[in-house]
C-alpha cells in the first residue's frame, strides 16, 4: 500500500482541482481477473525499483467533463481526439504529483508516457502484482484507477551486489 498510496492521493487533489469538485472514495476491490473497460482510459507503465502500470478508466461524462475544464470551460472541445489528449494530461498530472513523493522515497524509476487504452479488457494480476481498483465518485461521473505496482526485488539485489 506504500507503493499506492502516493497515487490515490494525487488522484484525489487532481481531480478536485480539475473538475472543481469533492471526490469521494467509492469501492475499491483487489482483483485477479482482467480489467474491464468503463469509458476512456490511459495506460501509465513504471519501470525500475518498483514496477508495474497504471490505468485512468474515465467514464464518458466524466471525460467529457474534464476536457471541457482543461480547455478553459469551452463546451465544443470534447470532440474525440481532444478527450484522448485531455485523459493522458489528466494522467500526466496524476502521475507527475505521485513520482515527486515517491522520490522522495527515494525510489528509482522510469515513467512512460500516457497512452490511450482500447483493449475492453486489460492484463490480469500475476502471481506477485495484485491489481487494486478504486472508483472516485465525482459530480461529473466515475473515474476508475486500476494499478498494479510491485517492488522490483532484482534490481535492488543486483545494486547490492555491484555496490
Do not use: W
Amino acid at each position: 500500500m506504500d507503493l499506492i498510496q502516493p497515487f490515490i492521493n494525487a488522484t484525489d487533489a487532481v481531480l478536485a482541482e480539475t473538475l472543481q469538485c469533492t471526490t469521494s472514495i467509492g469501492t475499491v476491490s483487489m482483483e485477479q481477473e482482467a480489467y474491464c473497460l468503463h469509458g476512456v482510459a490511459a495506460l501509465i507503465v513504471v519501470q525500475g525499483d518498483i514496477e508495474g502500470r497504471i490505468i485512468f478508466d474515465l467514464e464518458p461524462e466524466a471525460a467529457k467533463a474534464v476536457t471541457q475544464r482543461l480547455a478553459g470551460g469551452n463546451d465544443s472541445a470534447a470532440t474525440p481526439e481532444m478527450v484522448r489528449e485531455a485523459i493522458c494530461e489528466l494522467a500526466n498530472q496524476v502521475i507527475g504529483n505521485a513520482v515527486t513523493v515517491l522520490n522522495d522515497q527515494g525510489f528509482h524509476f522510469k515513467v512512460h508516457p500516457p497512452e490511450i487504452h482500447t483493449a475492453s479488457h486489460g492484463g490480469a494480476s500475476s502471481e506477485d502484482t495484485e491489481a487494486l481498483v478504486m472508483c472516485f465518485d465525482t459530480s461529473s461521473g466515475m473515474i476508475f484507477m486500476n494499478i498494479a505496482m510491485r517492488y522490483n526485488h532484482r534490481r535492488k539485489h543486483d545494486s547490492v551486489m555491484v555496490g
